[in-house]
Nanobody
């Protein structure tokens, strides 16, 4: 199973930006489509973005499309999420994971691979 460590979250004001990173262990990272998920208090975890194993194909949830950009560096086993024009409704814990499925239904390859997540808080 992949071991995943998310980082880069923080407290920002609406309209500001954050860059999240997901460091994956092992040499198999490049074989997996990867995704970013988020979970706000009292809400279910939702997929917000996904990227193919080669980084060429991307998916974004309607709520973040045009504001977020997912990318990956397979040589460094790292997944990124650039978050611009942040809104209060983006407040959540953000997680990365290997994904399966097709848009808009993405699911983690393994529920045993979740990291601790990184908290993003958007507030005035």
């Amino acid at each position: 199973q992949l071991q995943l460590v998310e980082s880069g979250g923080g407290l920002v004001q609406p309209g500001e930006s954050l860059s999240l990173s997901c460091a994956a262990s092992g040499r198999t990272f490049s074989t997996y489509p990867m995704g970013w998920f988020r979970q706000a208090p009292g809400k279910e975890r939702e997929a917000v973005a996904a990227v193919s194993s080669n980084g060429l194909n991307t998916y974004y949830a309607v709520s973040v499309k045009g504001r977020f950009t997912i990318s990956r560096d397979n040589a460094k086993n790292t997944l990124f999420l650039q978050m611009n024009s942040l809104k209060p409704e983006d407040t959540a814990v953000y997680y990365c994971n290997a994904v399966r499925g097709t848009a808009p239904n993405y699911f983690p390859v393994s529920n045993d691979s979740w990291g601790q997540g990184t908290q993003v808080t958007v507030s005035s």
